[in-house]
């Protein structure tokens, strides 16, 4: 498993509209496979995971990293994952989380949580961390070298230098 891919899938997936069916399948857009099988009960258990799922990244902000390790613990708990060798590539085995019998959200936070597992054990328990520039509230996977990520996307880090750069200029003519 590319276990880095499916930890930002977690961040994409807590910042995701998840408001019912529909937008669970827009969510999906790169995975037309699934979009079939999303059924209003993944809606609801998507929504449910997002809320428990935020505290990790918020106690990884502030550098908590116990109350990461726990936060995630429950969640595998609560969420028992069935990984599986997948050899659809023979010369690339790799691990799949769920089995067919699955739903659409026991697949998507199966992948969340085994790879935020894999990412905390390999990289860290302060990885994860909630955008800098309010009043967005997304979250991010910092997998930069010198863990220096603070935004969620291009977008609001370009929104803060811009502000950050109109705060100087004002300092500086006042
Ligand atoms: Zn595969
Ligand atoms: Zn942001």
Redesign the pocket.
């Known amino acids: 498993m590319d276990f880095i891919r499916y930890a930002e899938s977690s961040a994409g997936l807590l910042n995701a509209d998840l408001t019912d069916r529909d937008s669970v399948v827009t969510h999906l857009a790169a995975r037309a496979w699934l979009q079939a099988q999303v059924t209003d009960r993944d809606a609801v258990v998507l929504r449910r995971f997002q809320k428990d799922l935020r505290p990790a990244f918020e106690a990884s902000a502030r550098d908590d990293a116990q109350g990461v390790v726990d936060v995630v613990n429950a969640l595998l708990e609560r969420h028992p994952i069935t990984p599986r060798i997948a050899d659809h590539n023979p010369a690339r085995l790799h691990i799949h989380v769920a089995n067919k019998a699955a739903s659409v959200a026991d697949l998507l936070i199966g992948e969340s949580l085994l790879g935020l597992a894999n990412l905390i054990c390999d990289l860290g328990p302060t990885r994860l961390g909630v955008?800098?520039?309010t009043p967005?509230?997304?979250v991010?996977v910092d997998t930069s070298p010198n863990q220096s990520r603070r935004?969620?996307?291009e977008?609001?880090s370009s929104r803060a230098n811009v502000a950050a750069y109109r705060a100087r200029q004002k300092a500086a003519a006042g």
């Open positions: 955008c800098a520039a967005c509230t997304n991010y935004y969620c996307s977008r609001c």
